[in-house]
C-alpha cells in the first residue's frame, strides 16, 4: 500500500524514470494505464487525473508531446468505457438477479447507480472526473441497457474533455515553478477535489436515506 501512494504521489518521478528507461514506449504504457483505469472495474485504483497531469507537465518540457498524448489517451479512454460499457452489459442478468459479483464491490455499484439517478446520461461526463465513479459508470450503463448510440456521445465528449483539461492543465501549469516544486501537493488537491461530489452525494444519500426511514410508520 505504501508503495502505491508513494507511486501517485510521485507519479512526476516515476513518469520521469519510465521516460528515460523506455522512451517511445511511454505512450504504450499511459495508454494501456488509462485503458484499464476506465474499462476495467477490478482496477479503479489506477491513477487517472494526475497521470494525466503529470504527462502534460512533461510535455511541456519537451519529454514528450502534447498533441499524440491528447490523441492516445482520448482513445485510451474511449475504448475503455467502451469495453466495459460491454463488459457491464454481458452481467447485467447477474447484476440484476444476485445483484452480487464477487469481483465487484455492491457498495460501488449502488453509488454509481444513484449518480446516475441524479444526472441520466450526463453520469457519463460528470464521471470522467470522479474517481471510481469513472471506472463504474459505463459499467453500470451497460447492466441497464443503456442504448449505445446514446451512451457512446457522451463517452466520447466525457473522454475529450477530461483528456484535454488534465493533459493541457498540465502542460500549462504543471511547470510552474511553484507547482513544480510542490507537485506532491498538487497531486492531492487534485485527488481531493475530485472526490468532493463522491462525498457530496454520499452524504445525501445517507440523509435520504434516513429520512426515508423516518417517514416509514412502525409496525404494530
Known amino acids: 500500500m505504501s508503495f502505491f501512494i508513494d507511486f501517485i504521489l510521485h507519479f512526476d518521478v516515476h513518469l520521469g524514470e519510465f521516460i528515460s528507461s523506455y522512451g517511445a514506449l511511454t505512450y504504450l504504457i499511459l495508454f494501456v494505464i488509462i485503458f484499464c483505469e476506465t474499462g476495467l472495474v477490478v482496477t479503479p485504483f489506477l491513477p487517472g487525473d494526475s497521470m494525466l497531469f503529470a504527462a502534460g507537465a512533461f510535455a511541456a518540457i519537451g519529454a514528450l508531446n502534447a498533441a499524440l498524448l491528447f490523441v492516445l489517451l482520448s482513445a485510451a479512454a474511449i475504448l475503455g468505457d467502451t469495453v466495459n460499457y460491454h463488459i457491464g452489459k454481458g452481467l447485467s442478468s447477474i447484476l440484476i438477479e444476485k445483484k452480487k459479483v464477487k469481483f465487484i464491490k455492491q457498495k460501488n455499484i449502488d453509488r454509481t447507480v444513484a449518480f446516475f439517478d ?6 457519463i461526463v460528470l464521471a470522467r472526473f470522479i474517481p471510481i465513479i ?4 459505463p459499467f453500470v450503463a451497460g447492466s441497464v441497457h443503456m442504448r449505445y448510440s446514446y451512451f457512446i456521445r457522451y463517452n466520447v465528449t466525457g473522454g475529450l474533455c477530461w483528456v484535454a483539461l488534465c493533459v493541457f492543465g498540465g502542460f500549462f501549469f504543471g511547470n510552474l515553478p511553484w507547482v513544480r516544486d510542490n507537485f506532491s501537493v498538487i497531486i492531492i488537491a487534485i485527488i481531493l477535489i475530485s472526490l468532493v461530489p463522491a462525498i457530496i452525494m454520499g452524504i445525501s444519500s445517507r440523509k435520504k436515506e434516513k429520512t426515508e426511514k423516518k417517514e416509514i410508520p412502525e409496525q404494530k
Open 118 to 123: 441524479k444526472h441520466g446520461g450526463k453520469t
Open 134 to 137: 469513472r471506472t463504474f459508470a
